[in-house]
């Protein structure tokens, strides 16, 4: 990867050196600037052997991740209650005395509680008759039980599936907002690369270059710029575009490049807030 970034930068040069000894930078040789950096990007690519993380893997992953945190989870509460308790040997005494009292609830409210074994109440000899139920305990009273028994039979919703691409992109968005900007690069790239045709893939993109900007990955961040304009024209995000890849381009020291992406932000989207900023560094580059 320094590989690849260093050979970016080496381009850019080449080319801001050509545009700095011409005097101003043309439109021609803007675009010629970002077409080449496009051929180096896929002639480094075509030497790489990475492939694209697969959505499959991806939920794999997630979901061993899911099962950890369930077995994680029944661990702590185990190991929290043979603390209370004190040893396994007190947790089995104590399961039993649970285990007896509703025993005695069952025979007390002529219910049947599914509780298994004929154990008898404590302190019953074996064999003993059950109780008869007192003719004073209320007919709510009695049933309550029966209704418990019922409601515990009734088997939970089944879960929703999830959305994978969502959760990836929720998750890579995330790493971003908390500036773990490396992890929503690692986030955005494999979103991109997985999802292509997906709603938020032009989203994905714009933050996958907004990621390279915040680790001053300057050269990557223009082309990934260009792709949101090159591959979505229409989305909300490319004015923003234009204006970070002109500051992208200062950045890297190439000043005509950058006055002339500024410019563009102005012609385009001549009442936008990027129009205004732009304007504001144009200042500043004279």
Known sequence: MKMRGMRRVVALCLVGSLLSLAGCASRSTVDAMITH??????KIASLSNMQPAQADTWAQVQQLREEMSSV??????FNHTTKNVGSLEEL??????????????ETLFATDLRLGGNAAPQGAAPGAPAPQVSPAVPAAVAAAPVAAAAAAQTPA????????AKALYDTAMGNYNSRNFRAALTGFTDFVSTYPKHSLTGNAQFWKA????????????????????????KHSKVAACYLKQGLSFQKMGQKDAAKMRLQDVINKFPKSPEASRARQQLQSLK
């Open 37 to 42: 950096m496009k051929e180096q990007d896929r």
């Open 72 to 77: 994680q989870g029944q661990i702590d509460n």
């Open 92 to 105: 089995a005494a104590k399961v039993d005395r649970h285990d007896q009292a509703l025993r005695m609830l």
């Open 157 to 164: 919703p089944a879960a929703q599936p999830k959305d994978v």
């Open 210 to 233: 907004e990621s390279h900007f915040a680790l001053g990955q300057y050269s990557n961040a223009a082309l990934d710029y260009q792709a949101v304009i090159d591959s979505y024209p």
